[in-house]
């Protein structure tokens, strides 16, 4: 059987006790007597010497003292003791309650008016400062509510979006992982099952040898592939770090447009240079490696034979601006943004085709996270003649040290690409 506590009831106490703003109320009494007191007994021997003015100034004085720390009740008190003790004391004829002067009946209703005025303004301007210290403390209490509420918030956002991303990850990974191993499973299959003594059918040399390619750029396709996602992930978690040093500006399109050769060859390159451009002061691989991004997605998505234009001009505000043109199949407006999203593939640039063989959907989002690093930005537009792409950047000429994550300019560590 479970036995249940009972609670004794409520007696009412027998001793009476005060709660701390009772206890010092009644200090705030005793104190506005005893200051009255005081002033009573020091300045009453030396009653003859001065005159009552400064009596009621002195009493006065402790009327102001008691509003200000007790407040207004306290003051009252004080005030009637010490009209009490200036007539009693201090009025002739003294040491009685009468008194003889009309004028000293007009000083005594003056001093007890100023008294209880004073005394009343003093203890409300304590009770405004009061007021206005509980509102500081309850804006404060808010303040600290809301921005609790607010980091609990914002870290569920943070949570959410690192579970959307891992998600989206884990399928662009397996899509993009899956394709390539297939290709290299089966040509490799196909090599074994050549090779062995019993098979009943050969492949010639030009079969083995397509073979061999698929291999060879499948795995390329692989490499690829972790490059960017090490790089991106770099950029992400605000490892990546600048080696910047001045450059010539054509010297690092010309070592873009030197690598990005083999994708160029069939389309005619033009090259649109400001004259004295300036120098500029950048981690010349990473923005040699936007460039080279640029150019590739430009020749992969036009037609052979097409024009390709680099142009670079220098922006009002110590910016320079690179932009890269092409006359292919464009990208529809309403995409100009997302195409920068990371694995974001154009639906109608790729159709029905389940990937361009090299085509990840990270080079953009890689190149945007360059370029912010340094400072700039970067978009896309349609080609200044209406059809193709364009995709423009710019970075500043590098006077400032920019600030913020990815900003780590001038350390020493590696860049992406
Ligand atoms: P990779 O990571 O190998 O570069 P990708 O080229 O698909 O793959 P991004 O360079 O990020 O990835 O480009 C994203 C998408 O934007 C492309 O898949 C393509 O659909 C579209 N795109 C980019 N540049 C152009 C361009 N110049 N013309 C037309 N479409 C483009
Ligand atoms: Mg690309």
Redesign the pocket.
Known sequence: MSTVPVQPPDLPSTSISFSPSQKTGVVGYVAAIAGIALVTVVLEPIREHINSTTVALALLLVVLFVATVWGMRQAVLASVVGMLCFNFFFLPPVRTFTIADPDNWVALGAFLVTAVTAGHLSASARQRAEEAEIGRVEIERLYRELQAAFERESHLEAIRQSEQLKSALLDAVTHDLRTPLTSIKVSVTTLLDETDPGADFALDREGQHELLQIIDEETDRLN?FIE?LVGLARIEAGKFSLRRTWNAVDEVIAAALHRAESQTRRHRIILELAEELPSVRVDAHAIAEVIY?LV???A???PPETVIAISAKTLPGEFVQISIE?Q????PVEEHEK?FEKF???AS??GTDPG?P????????IAQGIVEAHGGKIWMTAGYSGK??C?SFTIPIGDDEPEGPGHNAGTETDSAG
């Open positions: 690829r960017g991004t590739e997605n430009a992969k998505y036009s092409d292919g199949i464009g990208v195409v974001y593939r154009v640039t790729h361009h090299t085509s990840l959907g990270l080079g953009l989002s193709g792409t995709v």
